[in-house]
């Protein structure tokens, strides 16, 4: 079982950052790591995936909101995903969630993943 903890999330004013990490202890080699974001009365919404085959990076793709402002990325060997998240708006307000599969390519910025975290919340005040 693969299992994803996600950490980072917190309370900023607009125009802040914050760094969310996802780390897992799975020995597979390839993976597409997915980050998402649910608001109270919206649906879930991919907001950045990225594969990779070791430490070899093969795709990122992010959507349209956040583009120019969160990166994502990897350390493979912590075998940690990062999602830095600047100029942070009111609207990115909401639950952010780590999200896996093994394999080591992603459809796109959304898709159906197999592995789930729990959670971190992110609030960003006007």
């Known amino acids: 079982q693969l299992q994803l903890t996600e950490s980072g999330g917190g309370s900023v004013q607009a125009g802040g950052s914050l760094r969310l990490s996802c780390t897992h202890s799975?020995?597979?080699?390839?993976?597409?790591l997915g980050w998402f974001r649910q608001a109270p009365g919206q649906q879930r919404e991919g907001v950045a995936t990225i594969s990779h085959s070791g430490a070899t990076i093969i795709s990122r793709y992010y959507a349209d909101p956040v583009k120019d402002r969160f990166t994502v990325s990897l350390d493979s060997a912590k075998n940690t995903v990062y999602l830095d998240m600047n100029n942070l708006k009111p609207e990115d307000t909401a639950m952010y969630y780590c999200a896996a599969n093994r394999v080591g390519w992603c459809s796109g910025v959304d898709g159906t993943f197999e592995y789930w975290g729990q959670g971190t919340q992110v609030t960003v005040s006007s």
């Open positions: 799975d020995t597979y080699n390839d993976y597409c």
